[in-house]
């Protein structure tokens, strides 16, 4: 089956873009389609699809530049998908630029099966190199089908927001090791700043070539954003029974929700059982956070970070999804 892939242009084309958006929110119920019920529990499902129609052109301006949505249609001109792009509206820390972005992209069920959602893709990479950017997005840990297309096409898991509550946390402490751990000290600043450095230009360099100005830039802005209350923040170093730098960790309040702590940075030297060093780590930090009366217990585990996903599936964290992306920028 051959398809076009043009960008929406008359009614028609928004018509049926707003009407297959609103029929993927209903399969994605509780993300999207039962906070919308929620919020308009006497509404029709005609009633509903507006006010979604209304938000989402209130939430996105799609006269800018950077905001594309393309539609497919098979060579009888029946619409049959969708792909929609714009500039992220957040940026990590860790990021010179934010990339393009995709907000959605969607295959009609009935055309699934003929390689649109490649298409679809290549399309969107086209515009993406168009504007001389990275191409990124979102997706859920439970769409297997679509995590598998986007590695067939290179895409790369760059970071996976994680969380658990911290009414499961390990309250005995550590068991007994060839570390020491405890708060940070004044002499122990320059090992931390070194090691942390290290650690988040390789974020940087994650997405673009960097130099070392530009990555200490952006870690001098991270530290300044979010260390301004000390009482919500503690660091915890790990060292041998030598005294030798092996690991530390930043905690402290996440700056998107009161009750909400979240690991900041995290950096174990690679000479070192990784996996020993992380539980003592990941415990001291996540009873500081409930002793500073945190609920919860938040992460962005990079991929560049030195523990990985399975660890942290192992201590009850939860994870939505996966931000993927590819580089593209020449």
Known sequence: MNFQIWR???????????KLSFEMLKVLRKFMYDPLVEKNPDASDEELANLHR???????DFSKQDAKVFIAKTDEDVPCGY?????????????????????????????????LGRKLMQKGEDFARE??????????SDNTPAIALYERM???????????????????????????????QEADYDAIQTAELERFSKK????????DDAAKKLYEEHIKKFSIDQEKHQRFVVFTKTGDFVGVIWVGNSGFHEEVAMIHELVIDPVHDKQVVGELLIDSAERWAKNAEFSSIYMLLHAKDD????????????????????????
Not at 8 to 18: T, V
């Open 54 to 60: 209304k938000e989402t052109e209130e939430y996105f």
């Open 131 to 140: 504007m001389n950017l990275n191409l990124g997005f979102f997706v859920h």
């Open 204 to 211: 940087v360099q994650f997405s673009v070539d960097a130099d």
């Open 8 to 18: 929406a242009q008359g009614e028609e084309d928004w018509d049926f873009f707003f």
């Open 307 to 330: 523990l990985d996903l399975d660890f942290f599936k192992k201590r009850n964290y939860k994870v939505p999804g996966f931000f993927m992306e590819k580089r593209l920028k020449s």
């Open 83 to 115: 792909l929609w792009m714009g500039g992220r509206n957040s940026k990590d820390v860790w990021d010179i630029e934010n990339p393009q972005w995709i907000y959605d992209i969607v295959v009609d069920p009935a055309f699934r099966g003929h390689g």
């Open 154 to 184: 290179e895409y790369r898991i760059k970071q996976v927001p994680i969380s658990k509550k911290l009414d499961t946390i390990n309250t005995t402490g550590s068991p007994e090791s060839s570390f020491t751990i405890r708060e940070e």
